[in-house]
């Protein structure tokens, strides 16, 4: 598969050579310059803290590794060549001019195929809803060049699914696995239990290397939140996408959808905080609060959006109104995880990490206790795309891969331990 994202080469090198630098702490002017370059609103207060982090000597190598890291480049380098080009070397703003003219020639590219896709799709009345990718890159940003991006995210009602997969294949894609090369060839059976367990089916363009993600469900049915996608269909919002009018998720559904998939994967990215911050900054008096919050709190999820406005607003400075600023600091346990979330974000490289830190985070992000112990049995129960793959099962007989899962885990672990001890 040929990508035509031209700097991974590139990156691969600086990644390797930012190895053996000691990293990460918020203390860092280099970790100090991400976080102020992570909005894109011009302020001369941002000004100069960029121009006085840039006078206490920067790890140019480190700062290009975290910044790829992070998804940050196209925004470092916007307020670096606006505010002082002539503090950085030139042998490092060229490298970032060429990533960000990569990346602008990537998106550009990207939403052409998404358009494709739309009209292919409306054509044969397929129902889409594109979100993420470019869709939130003009929605958050106003620009498509400052936000990192590799698949399209495009979301469609479950019934359209195998129609939406003939269509992609129609128009060069092929399914793969993320965790491997290709897919195999699966039975009906094994098809409707992906469908039922599962929330997306992985595409890439083998000539142009883009990737395409159809979802049918927003969230993995083992993060234990019921989050209807019939409800979203009800609320999109119209954007301008490279002057051209589509539907995207209302900004209310796009920040809890948005919080949620920060929390469940441990805000390990400054882009997702800042990803929040910036469709605060631009579309705060639009949002409608109040809904939003009663939304989270009907789903069980009103930590997670607390946690992630809190992390934007303390971390990047995004403006809550005060109401909800309040609601948000008066939960302890979100400014405990908000601290503990600072630390993994700009962590030492190769620092251990407590034993199923994840596993317990995501059970302190929980508020109800009946949420805690689902989720805590689709942790060990809920069957992987391999365990579905292994057996073709009629739907009345879907529970039992719930059964598959221990077994097969617990199977894994005895050839792994006898190997040990032999």
């Not at 970032?96 to 739309?118: C, D, I, W, Y």
């Not at 469908?195 to 083992?222: Q, S, T």
Request: proline share 5%; glycine share 4%.
């Amino acid at each position: 598969m040929q990508l035509s994202l031209g700097w991974h080469s590139w990156w691969r090198r600086i990644w390797l050579k930012a190895m053996n630098s000691t990293l990460v702490s918020i203390n860092r002017p280099e970790s100090e310059l991400l976080v102020t370059c992570a909005l894109v609103c011009e302020d001369p207060e941002r000004e100069a803290r960029i121009t006085a982090l840039l006078q206490k000597g920067i790890d140019w190598t480190y700062l290009l590794w975290a910044a790829h890291r992070h998804g940050m480049t196209p925004l470092l380098y916007r307020h670096l060549d606006a505010t002082c080009p002539k503090a950085v070397p030139r042998a490092t703003l060229d490298q970032l001019r060429n990533h960000f003219q990569e990346n602008a020639r990537h998106n550009v590219m990207s939403t052409g195929q998404l358009f494709k896709l739309l009209d292919l799709f409306g054509a044969h009345e397929v129902p889409v809803i594109p979100y993420k990718g470019p869709t939130l890159a003009a929605f958050a940003y106003g620009n498509l060049a400052l936000r990192e991006f590799i698949d399209l995210d495009v979301l469609v009602r479950k019934q359209d699914v195998p129609r939406a997969n003939e269509l992609l294949i129609s128009l060069g894609y092929r399914r793969y696995d993320p965790e491997g090369d290709s897919v195999q060839e699966l039975t009906r059976a094994q098809e409707d239990a992906l469908l039922y367990f599962w929330k997306e089916y992985n595409y890439v363009h083998p000539d142009l290397g883009i990737m395409v993600e159809l979802h049918w469900a927003i969230i993995e049915r083992d993060y234990a939140l019921r989050l209807d996608p019939e409800e979203l269909w009800g609320r999109l919002k119209q954007i301008s996408l490279g002057g051209r009018p589509v539907l995207t998720l209302s900004q209310e559904d796009l920040l809890l959808i948005l919080c949620i998939h920060g929390c469940h994967h441990l805000w390990e990215r400054l882009s997702w905080i800042c990803d929040v911050a910036q469709l605060i900054h631009r579309h705060n008096e639009e949002i409608d609060w109040q809904q939003l919050i009663e939304q989270a709190r009907r789903l069980g999820s009103e930590r997670m959006l607390f946690l992630g406005l809190y992390l934007a607003s303390d971390l990047l400075g995004a403006t809550l109104p005060k109401e909800v600023l309040q609601r948000v600091e008066a939960d302890p346990v979100v400014k405990a995880l908000a601290k503990q979330m600072r630390g993994w974000l700009f962590r030492e490289h190769g620092s251990s990490q407590p034993l199923f830190k994840d596993k317990i985070f995501q059970l302190r992000l929980r508020e109800r206790q009946q949420d805690k112990i689902l989720l805590g049995f689709h942790m060990v129960m809920t069957p992987s795309i391999a365990d579905l793959t292994l057996l073709s099962l009629p739907r009345a007989l879907f529970p039992l891969y719930y059964m598959l899962r221990p077994i097969r885990m617990i199977r894994t672990l005895g050839w792994r331990l006898l190997e040990r001890f032999t």
